[in-house]
């Protein structure tokens, strides 16, 4: 049987996108290129009469205005120094352990996530701080450059995060939801790094060897104290304030990181370094950042309705009708899809593209989206570290010192993308671990 000329167009379009990828066009220029090109020879002008609705139901999305203030609270925190003022005490207290340093990343990284969800500041931020006292102290260069782009991608999956905003607004489920299902799932990814950091202490002691006893004890206890009540505590109650409200149902997303944008200012204020200079450049920051992240989504809206309206949505269906094993050989190939997809694409490229067309999949099936979406989740932050494109391979490749290779950096981040695949094979065998926490608080 001949496949319609609609659907024809349709395959053309994805293809068409990939090329301009490869060729180095701007994701959103791709994304409208051949949103409207190939919607046209479909259709002519008529298609697009959808469009400026859907567009003006993008930029008037009450619950996607927390893409900016949060956006900008990560890069408050970052300019203000919070993540070096955090690893330089939580390395001192963790100091005597064989890889104590890297535990304070994997716990810098969840605090910075939890606090932010921007990824590249993360990465950036503590490559430039620790990467050469790590290389400094004798830990492997592999090592280093592995704990380090693991940590940061922890924000893509610990709320409030970027990601889950996104996929709850793809998805259709509330933001609270997917925060409360990430909860768990997040803190037992921290866990398996902490965990694989410690078997490696004891297993090969010289790739993580401890602080030297001299720099310990420079600090006395009762310093070290102060210092943690002074430097932790604070971005601690912040995070409280902005999870605690949104999972507690007290204040809207939004509502929350409102909050958050403003903790993040008094922070900065109290610790002495908020000046005209540095909120110029957060407000710039998070401006050029946001403008980004909604200029995807515009566009997205020209790619999706071009696609659905060539029959494209169809052509999925009937292409998931051959994959065997019912839903969860469906589900296995969506994953499988992903990840792939993760070595050559953002995650927000995947989010908007490739994952709407398996949604009337997944809606038939009935299985619960919160679960799925944490999947998703979970998938996506792999493709931070899949070479070729991952892009914390690329963010610490950018801050690293010259005797750092890209060679070292693949092979650091090789352990932490099997224990990420290892976690989402836990979190896909037992969905409770995403589940049980939404349900509990009546979500």
């Known amino acids: 049987?001949?496949?319609?000329?609609?659907?024809?167009?349709?395959?053309?379009?994805?293809?068409?996108?990939?090329?301009?990828?490869?060729?180095?066009?701007?994701?959103?220029?791709?994304?409208?290129?051949?949103?409207?090109?190939?919607g046209y020879i479909g259709f002519g002008d008529m298609l697009f009469g959808l469009l400026p609705a859907r567009i003006f139901g993008v930029v008037?999305?009450?619950?996607?205005?927390?893409?900016?203030?949060?956006?900008?609270?990560?890069?408050?925190?970052?300019?203000?120094?919070?993540?070096?003022?955090?690893l330089d005490v939580i390395g001192l207290a963790m100091g005597r352990l064989r890889g104590g340093m890297a535990?304070?990343?994997?716990?810098?990284?969840?605090?910075?996530?939890?606090?932010?969800?921007?990824?590249g500041a993360t990465v950036v931020t503590v490559g430039l701080i620790a990467l050469n006292p790590l290389i400094r102290r004798g830990y492997d260069k592999g090592v280093?450059?592995?704990?380090?782009?693991?940590?940061?991608?922890?924000?893509?999956?610990?709320?409030?995060?970027?990601?889950?905003?996104l996929l709850a607004d793809i998805m259709g489920e509330s933001v609270g939801t997917l925060f409360?299902?990430?909860?768990?799932?997040?803190?037992?990814?921290?866990?398996?790094?902490?965990?694989?950091i410690l078997i490696l202490g004891f297993v090969l002691p010289d790739k993580v060897p401890p602080i030297p006893l001299e720099e310990r004890q420079a600090v006395s206890g009762r310093d070290l104290f102060i210092r943690v009540l002074k430097v932790v505590v604070p971005p601690l109650a912040l995070i409280f304030l902005v999870l605690g409200s949104?999972?507690?149902?007290?204040?809207?997303?939004?509502?929350?990181?409102?909050?958050?944008?403003?903790?993040?200012?008094l922070l900065a204020l109290v610790s002495g370094r908020l000046s005209l200079k540095v909120m110029t450049e957060v407000v710039r920051g998070a401006f050029v950042t946001s403008a980004m992240v909604f200029f995807i989504l515009i566009f997205a809206q020209v790619f999706s309705l071009a696609f659905r309206g060539l029959g494209g949505e169809?052509?999925?269906?009937?292409?998931?009708?051959?994959?065997?094993?019912?839903?969860?050989?469906?589900?296995?190939?969506?994953?499988?899809?992903?990840?792939?997809?993760?070595?050559?694409?953002?995650?927000?490229?995947i989010s908007y593209i490739a994952l709407p067309l398996f949604l009337p999949v997944l809606h038939q099936s009935g299985v619960d989206l919160a679960w799925v979406a944490i999947l998703v989740a979970v998938n996506l932050q792999t493709s931070f570290?899949?070479?070729?494109?991952?892009?914390?391979?690329f963010f610490l490749k950018g801050v690293a010192p010259p005797e750092l290779k890209t060679s070292d950096i693949y092979r650091g981040v090789i352990p932490f993308i099997v224990l990420q695949l290892f976690g989402l094979v836990l979190v896909y065998l037992f969905p409770s671990m995403a589940l049980w926490l939404p349900d509990a608080i009546g979500w």
Not at 385 to 392: D, E, N, Q, R, S
């Open 1 to 38: 049987m001949d496949m319609p000329f609609n659907e024809i167009l349709a395959l053309a379009m994805i293809g068409a996108f990939f090329l301009l990828l490869l060729v180095g066009l701007p994701v959103p220029i791709c994304l409208a290129v051949t949103g409207f090109v190939f």
């Open 60 to 86: 008037t999305n009450y619950t996607l205005l927390a893409l900016p203030l949060f956006i900008f609270m990560g890069i408050m925190l970052e300019r203000s120094k919070m993540a070096e003022d955090l």
């Open 103 to 119: 535990l304070a990343i994997v716990l810098v990284g969840v605090l910075m996530g939890a606090a932010s969800g921007v990824v």
């Open 144 to 165: 280093a450059a592995g704990v380090i782009c693991a940590s940061g991608t922890l924000g893509q999956i610990i709320p409030p995060s970027l990601v889950l905003i």
């Open 180 to 196: 409360a299902a990430a909860l768990i799932p997040g803190l037992m990814l921290a866990g398996l790094f902490v965990a694989y």
């Open 246 to 265: 949104i999972i507690g149902g007290i204040a809207a997303p939004t509502e929350a990181a409102a909050m958050g944008a403003f903790g993040s200012i």
């Open 314 to 349: 169809r052509l999925v269906q009937d292409a998931f009708a051959f994959v065997p094993g019912g839903i969860d050989g469906q589900l296995l190939f969506l994953m499988l899809l992903l990840f792939v997809l993760g070595f050559f694409l953002e995650w927000i490229e």
């Open 385 to 393: 570290l899949t070479p070729p494109f991952g892009w914390a391979l």
